[in-house]
């Protein structure tokens, strides 16, 4: 594959078939990501293709400030939700009204989740608690950055983080697989 200034530079003069390398090389790479986020294949799906309409739309504002995989990452998690939010599917945000003080959990436990364990049991958790923990621990995003994509305030992405975490020690608990490796 050429090198991807390369092709953005043709991307920005219109060369379809530039667009289509672009495509190629970034979208087996984005639709895990915004399969995370959407939690369905079709959604995935829409908000991969919303999010290269978008690509091209702003190429031109990309500066090469920073690293394209990184803005391009960026656009995909904000098709995502904008793709969510669109669906019958609503989350409503947790006001902020206390600390959780989290149970201690032993490393081991972490590194005994394979990814489709760490999916399945992301799946069980309340909506907004996944996109923060998500945003927050697997995507990277401070939580100003959540709080302006979710529309919610800092301090509510931090505790829905808290909360998410909470959560997970207790979704943990009820699987038998996990509980031996839970210290309380």
């Known amino acids: 594959m050429k090198n991807i200034d390369e092709i953005i ?25 915004c399969k995370r986020y959407t939690k369905d294949a079709h959604l995935a799906q829409d908000a991969l293709q919303d ?14 400030k920073g690293v394209f995989d990184a803005w391009i990452r960026r656009i995909a998690v904000n098709c ?14 947790i006001s902020d009204n206390g600390e959780y003080i989290l149970p201690s959990v032993d490393a081991e436990i972490y590194e005994s ?25 697997i995507e990277g995003f401070d939580h100003k950055e959540i709080g302006e994509m979710l529309n919610i305030g800092e301090s509510t992405s931090r505790s829905n ?14 699987k038998p697989h996990f509980s031996k490796n839970l210290a309380v």
């Open 9 to 33: 530079k043709r991307c920005l003069k219109g060369d379809r078939k530039s667009q289509t390398q672009l495509v190629a090389h970034f979208g087996p790479k984005l639709l895990p990501l």
């Open 51 to 64: 999010t290269f309409i978008n690509v091209f739309r702003y190429l031109a504002n990309f500066k090469g």
């Open 80 to 93: 995502s939700l904008n793709v969510i939010k669109k669906s019958t599917f609503h989350y409503h945000s």
């Open 113 to 137: 989740l394979d990814y489709e364990d760490l999916l399945e049991i992301l799946q069980e958790l309340p909506p907004i608690y996944y996109m923060v923990f998500n945003m927050y621990v």
């Open 161 to 174: 983080l808290s909360r998410a975490r909470k959560k997970l020690v207790d979704i943990l608990k009820k």
